[in-house]
Every structure is written in C-alpha cells, then in structure tokens.
C-alpha cells in the first residue's frame, strides 16, 4: 500500500492562505477531503493526473486550486481567501481508477493519509 503524508496545516486568519501538500507514489486520481468537527467528510477538489482534469466542491471553488508537480508524486491545494467555515481536517485520497469519468468527489477513494488540521479565525 502506497502511503500518503499531508503537510501544511495551521492556523490562519479569515482572508489568509495556506499550501497543503502530500506525499505520494503516483496515482491516476487524487483528491482532497476535509471533515470539520459533528460534520461529515466532504470533497474538497480532485484531479485525474493523466489530463490535469481537476473537479472542485462549489464552497472552494476560485478560492482553492489542487495541482502536481511534474513528477506526480507531491499533491498540493492552494487554499485563498479562507474563512472560519473552510476549518476542519484536510486529508489527501486517492483512488485507482484510469477512468476519467471516473475521478470524482464523489467518488469512493480507498487510499487515505492521516490529515492535517486547517484552522481559520475570524
């Protein structure tokens, strides 16, 4: 089993940014998912690596932009502009599908690192 290893996290005020990244072999789609405290996980944004097709949650999207590097082994989410309800812990997915189509935030991911926490105050 591939591990993966979110870095990044802190502690940010409302308007601020943070980069978060993960550390991992290649896989064919990535995502990040965060769960804020009595929520439930939600997807965040995720990328297929074969295209560069990327998916994004309506909450984050032009705020947030999920990338690789040229090698495809770090994952990275570019958060901006965040605000108190973006708090919660951030975990990197990912997902063994070769399938475009098939790369979604509502897709089932099988592969999980242990989560950063992401805090912003107002």
């Known amino acids: 089993q591939k591990q993966l290893v979110e870095s990044g996290g802190g502690s940010v005020q409302a308007g601020g940014s943070l980069r978060l990244s993960c550390a991992a072999s290649?896989?064919?789609?990535m995502g990040w998912f965060r769960q804020a405290p009595g929520k439930e996980r939600e997807g965040v944004a995720v990328i297929f690596s074969n295209s560069g097709s990327t998916r994004y949650a309506d909450s984050v999207k032009g705020r947030f932009s999920i990338s690789q590097d040229n090698a495809k082994t770090t994952l990275y989410l570019q958060m901006n502009s965040l605000q108190p309800e973006d708090t919660g812990k951030y975990y990197c997915?990912?997902?063994?599908?070769?399938?475009?189509?098939?790369?979604?935030?509502?897709?089932?991911?099988?592969?999980w690192g242990q989560g950063t926490q992401v805090t912003v105050s107002s």
């Open positions: 997915a990912a997902r063994l599908t070769y399938a475009e189509y098939d790369c979604r935030l509502q897709s089932l991911f099988g592969f």
């Open positions: 290649t896989y064919p789609c």
